[in-house]
C-alpha cells in the first residue's frame, strides 16, 4: 500500500513538470514576433509625452494660492496702469423712442501683475478660460450710462486670460451693451447724432488704478460691414478724462464716440411726399363750381383726416420731447395750408348765400316797379329783359331798336352776378343805347376767391418749401 501511493504521487508530479513545460513553450512562440517586430523598427519606440511630464496644477504654477489677490497689483504704492483697447463687433440698433444704442464689442484689458509670474524657458504664454478669472484680481471697469450689458455665454462664459511669464496679463471679453444716448431731434430727420460709450473703474480712484487708451486712436477698431437702416456711419474716435464724484472722488473715463447721420430717403417717401400731395389735392376744390357743395365739403374734409393721419403716425415712432422738430414744421404748416382751403370754400359757400338772398330780393323789387311803370313813348308794351352772367357785351350791342327805360341802382356791395335790363323798343340814337349798356354789371360764376385762391395758394407753398430745404439742408 505505501509503496502504491508513492507510485501515483510521482506520476502525479511527472503530469505537472510537463505541464508546465508545455506553458512555457507556448507563451515563448506567441510572444518572440513582437519581440522581433520592436527590434528591427527603430521608429517604434514610444516618445515621451512632454505636455504630461510637468505635474504641477496651474494654480501650484502660479502661486494663486501664496498670494492674495483681493488686492490690486502693487498695493500701497503707484496706481496700477490698465491699457485698454476695443474691437467693434456690431452696432445693432438704434432707438430715438428710448433715447439709446445697442453695441456687442471685444473689450480687452493690459496690466502687470508680478504675482503671476511663472518660470519658463520658451517665454511662452498660458492661455485660460473664464475659470481662473475668479481666483485672480481683474480690473473692475464698467460701462458708465449703461443700461443693460451681458457677457455672452454660447457655448461658454466668452471670456480669455492670457498670461506672459514676466506677469503681464491679457483680460478679454465679448460684451454686448445698450447704452443712452442723448440725442437732439430739433432737425429731426435732417439729423446728425453723436452718440458716446464711456469706460471706468467703479472703485478705484486714479490713485490707484490709471486706465488709459493702449494705443491712442488705434485702440479702437471697428468692422468695415457695419450698417444701419437709417444711419450712414459717419466715424469713430476715442477720447479720455477726468471724471470726478463729491464723495468718492477723481476717477479715469474712456470714451468712444461715434457720429450717425440719419438717411433722408425714408422719410422722404413716408412722410414728406405724402404730406405735399395732400396739400396739392387740397387745391383741386379752388376749381370745383363753388354749387358743388358735398364734392368740395368731402374732398376738404378727406385731405384734413388724411394730414391728422401723417402727424400721428410720425409722432408715434418719436420721443414726447419739449421743443419742434423740423418735420413738425413741415408737416402743421401742410396741416394749415390744408384747413384754410376747408375755410375758404366755406368763405365763398357764405359769400354766395349772401348775395343770391339780396339778388333775389332785388328782382323781386324790379318785378313790382316794371309792373307799375307808365308807358310814355307811345310803346304798346313795356319789355322787360333779364340777360345771364353768360351773355357778352357783343350780345347786348345786337338788341337794336331798343333803348334804356329805367335802370335799377344797385347796390355798390353787389358786383357782378347777373345783369338786370329793363329795355323798351323805341327809335332812339345808338349813342343812348351805348351809354345804357356801360351801366351793366356782368358777374361770373367763380367767384373771385376761388380765382385768388388758385394763384396765392400755390405760390405761398412753393415759397415755403423753398424757404424749408434751404434752412434745413
Known amino acids: 500500500m505505501p509503496g502504491y501511493a508513492r507510485f501515483l504521487l510521482l506520476l502525479l508530479c511527472l503530469i505537472l513538470v510537463g505541464e508546465c ?63 485698454v483697447d476695443v474691437q467693434v463687433e456690431s452696432l445693432d440698433s438704434i432707438s430715438e423712442v428710448d433715447m439709446d444704442f445697442t453695441m456687442t464689442l471685444y473689450l480687452r484689458h493690459y496690466w502687470k501683475d508680478e504675482r503671476l509670474a511663472f518660470p519658463s524657458t520658451t517665454n511662452k504664454s498660458m492661455t485660460f478660460d473664464g475659470r481662473l478669472v475668479k481666483k485672480i484680481w481683474v480690473p473692475d471697469v464698467f460701462f458708465v450710462h449703461s443700461k443693460r450689458s451681458f457677457i455672452h455665454d454660447t457655448t461658454t462664459d466668452n471670456i480669455m486670460l492670457r498670461v506672459f511669464p514676466d ?79 463729491s464723495s468718492t472722488g477723481w476717477y479715469n473715463r474712456l470714451y468712444i464716440n461715434f457720429t450717425l447721420r440719419r438717411h433722408i430717403f425714408f422719410f422722404l417717401l413716408q412722410t414728406y411726399f405724402p404730406a405735399t400731395l395732400m396739400v396739392m389735392l387740397s387745391w383741386v376744390s379752388f376749381w370745383i363750381d363753388r354749387r358743388a357743395v358735398p364734392a368740395r365739403v368731402s374732398l376738404g374734409i378727406t385731405t384734413v383726416l388724411t394730414m391728422s393721419t401723417i402727424i400721428t403716425g410720425v409722432n408715434a415712432s418719436m420721443p414726447r420731447v419739449s421743443y419742434i422738430k423740423a418735420v413738425d414744421i413741415y408737416l402743421w404748416v401742410s396741416f394749415v395750408f390744408v384747413f384754410l382751403s376747408v375755410l375758404e370754400y ?6 354766395t348765400t349772401v348775395r343770391d338772398g339780396k339778388e333775389r330780393k332785388l328782382r323781386e323789387k324790379v318785378r313790382e316797379q316794371s309792373q307799375t311803370l307808365p308807358c310814355t313813348c307811345g310803346m304798346s308794351h313795356a319789355r322787360t ?81 423753398l424757404i424749408y430745404w434751404c434752412v434745413y439742408c
Open 21 to 83: 513545460r508545455k506553458h512555457k513553450s507556448r507563451k515563448k512562440r506567441w510572444s518572440a514576433p513582437a519581440e522581433t517586430h520592436k527590434l528591427g523598427n527603430p521608429l517604434s519606440k514610444k516618445v515621451a509625452d512632454g505636455t504630461k511630464t510637468r505635474k504641477v496644477k496651474t494654480t501650484h504654477l502660479l502661486r494663486i494660492d501664496e498670494h492674495d489677490f483681493t488686492m490690486r497689483p502693487a498695493f500701497a504704492g503707484p496706481a496700477v496702469p490698465v491699457g
Open 167 to 245: 506677469g503681464h496679463v491679457l483680460y478679454s471679453l465679448r460684451v454686448t451693451v445698450t447704452a443712452a444716448c442723448n440725442m437732439d431731434f430739433s432737425r429731426f430727420p435732417l439729423d446728425s447724432q453723436t452718440c458716446t460709450l464711456e469706460l471706468e473703474s467703479y472703485a478705484y480712484t486714479d490713485e490707484d488704478l490709471m486706465l488709459y487708451w493702449k494705443s491712442g486712436d488705434e485702440s479702437l477698431s471697428t468692422d468695415d460691414r457695419i450698417s444701419l437702416s437709417q444711419f450712414l456711419i459717419q466715424k469713430f474716435h476715442t477720447t479720455s478724462r477726468l471724471a470726478f464724484y
Open 346 to 351: 366755406a368763405a365763398v359757400n357764405y359769400l
Open 385 to 465: 329783359m333779364m340777360l345771364d352772367g353768360t351773355y357778352s357785351e357783343a350780345d347786348a350791342n345786337s338788341l337794336a331798336g331798343y333803348t334804356r327805360a329805367s335802370m335799377m341802382a344797385e347796390d355798390a356791395s353787389e358786383k357782378q352776378e347777373r345783369m338786370v335790363v329793363h329795355l323798351s323798343l323805341d327809335n332812339e340814337s345808338t349813342g343812348t343805347k351805348k351809354k345804357g349798356i356801360r351801366g351793366f354789371r356782368i358777374i361770373q360764376n367763380t367767384h373771385a376767391i376761388d380765382t385768388y385762391s388758385r394763384m396765392i395758394f400755390p405760390g405761398a407753398y412753393i415759397l415755403f418749401n
